[in-house]
C-alpha cells in the first residue's frame, strides 16, 4: 500500500444544499489513499464536519460514511412536518425552488418587517435534537481529526473559530444562525450569528494547526453568475453568496500573494505560500435558487448527494494526482485587478 497523503477540508455553508457537500465527503472516504487532519467548516459545513469526525473516531471512514447519512435522513424526516414545501407548480414542472410556495412567500416578507425575536420569542432550533442525537460530544472533543468551526460574534463583527474540545449544539447552531431566521446564540457571555458572515470556511486554522498541505475546498456558492439579476429576490440572494465569499476570497487571495512574495523558509508566510489549493464545485449550485437551501426533501438531498459524489469523482480522476504535488485551483487568477 502507497504512503497515504494527508489532507485538509474547507467545508462552505448552504443550509440543504450541504447535501452536496455530503456526497463529495462520501467519495473522498472511500479513498484509502488519503487521510484527513482537519476540517474546517462554516453552517452546513461545520454541521456536516462535525457528524463526519465523531463518525470517524466510532467506525474510521465506513463509520464516517454511515453518521453523514444517518444524519441526512433525520435532516429529511424533520423536514416532513416543515410548512416549507413546494408548490404544486414547482413540484409539476420538477422544480426544486421554494419560490412559489405560499408559506415560504409569506415568511419571505415577514422576516424584512418582524425579527426572530418576533415570530419565535422561545428561540426554539428543529436542529438541536438531531445534533444531540447524531454527535457524541465528548467523543469529538477526543478526536484525532482537528475540527474547526466558524462563527460570528453579533457584537465584535468577529469570527470566532471553536476547536474539537469547545464544540457544542450550541456551537454548531450559531455556525447556522441565520439572524433573519432564528434568534442569535450565546456562548460563554457572546452572541453570534452565522459564520459565513467572517469565514465561509476559515482557512487560517488548517494552515496554522495541521502539517498538511493540500487544502481540498467543497464550495457551495456561486463565485460568479453570468445570469442579469431583475428581482428583489434574486437581487438579495446575489448579495448573501458575495458577502458569504468574500472572506474566503480574501485567504485565497493572501495565498496568492504570499507565494509570489515569500522566500524565507520556514517562515509563517513560506507556510501558507506553500499551500495546495484544489477545489470541488457544480455548476448545478448556479441554478438552484436561494429559497431551495430550506428544501430538505429526500430526493432534493439524495439528488445533490449524487451530484456530489459525482463531482468528487471527476475531481479525483482530473487531480488525484496533484495531491502532495501541485496545486490545482489557480489562485493567481484571483489577484488580476487587485
Request: with cysteine; aromatic share 6%.
Amino acid at each position: 500500500m502507497t504512503d497515504q497523503i494527508l489532507i485538509d477540508l474547507a467545508l462552505q455553508g448552504g443550509g440543504a444544499h450541504g447535501a452536496f457537500t455530503w456526497g463529495v465527503l462520501d467519495r473522498l472516504l472511500e479513498e484509502q489513499r488519503l487521510r484527513i487532519e482537519g476540517i474546517s467548516g462554516t453552517s452546513a459545513g461545520a454541521m456536516n464536519a462535525a457528524v463526519l469526525v465523531d463518525g470517524y473516531a466510532q467506525g474510521g471512514p465506513e463509520g464516517a460514511r454511515e453518521a453523514l447519512e444517518a444524519f441526512w435522513k433525520l435532516i429529511s424526516r424533520a423536514a416532513m412536518y416543515s410548512p416549507f414545501r413546494r408548490s404544486p407548480l414547482d413540484v409539476l414542472l420538477g422544480r426544486w425552488t421554494l419560490d412559489y410556495s405560499p408559506v415560504f412567500i409569506a415568511a419571505d416578507m415577514m422576516a424584512r418587517l418582524l425579527s426572530p425575536y418576533d415570530l419565535s420569542p422561545a428561540g426554539a432550533n428543529p436542529l438541536r435534537e438531531i445534533l444531540a442525537s447524531c454527535v457524541n460530544f465528548t467523543r469529538l472533543s477526543q478526536s484525532s481529526i482537528k475540527l474547526f468551526v466558524t462563527a460570528t460574534n453579533v457584537q465584535t463583527g468577529r469570527g470566532r473559530v471553536f476547536r474539537n474540545n469547545e464544540v457544542t449544539p450550541d456551537v454548531l447552531l450559531a455556525s447556522a444562525c441565520l439572524p433573519t431566521l432564528f434568534q442569535a446564540v450565546e456562548i460563554g457571555g457572546g452572541l453570534y450569528w452565522d459564520g459565513g458572515y467572517s469565514g465561509n470556511p476559515t482557512i487560517t486554522p488548517l494552515i496554522r494547526e495541521c502539517s498538511s498541505s493540500d487544502t481540498i475546498l467543497v464550495q457551495i456558492n456561486p463565485v460568479e453568475r453570468t445570469n442579469s439579476l431583475r428581482t428583489a429576490r434574486e437581487i438579495l440572494n446575489r448579495l448573501n453568496e458575495v458577502s458569504f465569499n468574500a472572506v474566503l476570497l480574501k485567504e485565497l487571495r493572501m495565498i496568492a500573494l504570499l507565494r509570489q512574495v515569500a522566500h524565507e523558509s520556514g517562515s509563517e508566510a513560506a507556510k501558507w505560500a506553500a499551500m495546495r489549493m484544489h477545489r470541488v464545485t457544480s455548476d448545478m449550485m448556479t441554478s438552484l435558487g436561494s429559497s431551495s437551501k430550506l428544501n430538505a426533501e429526500w430526493e432534493f438531498l439524495v439528488m445533490l448527494r449524487d451530484e456530489g459524489r459525482r463531482r468528487a469523482e471527476e475531481f479525483l480522476a482530473s487531480h488525484g494526482a496533484d495531491l502532495g504535488r501541485r496545486s490545482s485551483l489557480d489562485l493567481d487568477q484571483l489577484l488580476e485587478g487587485v
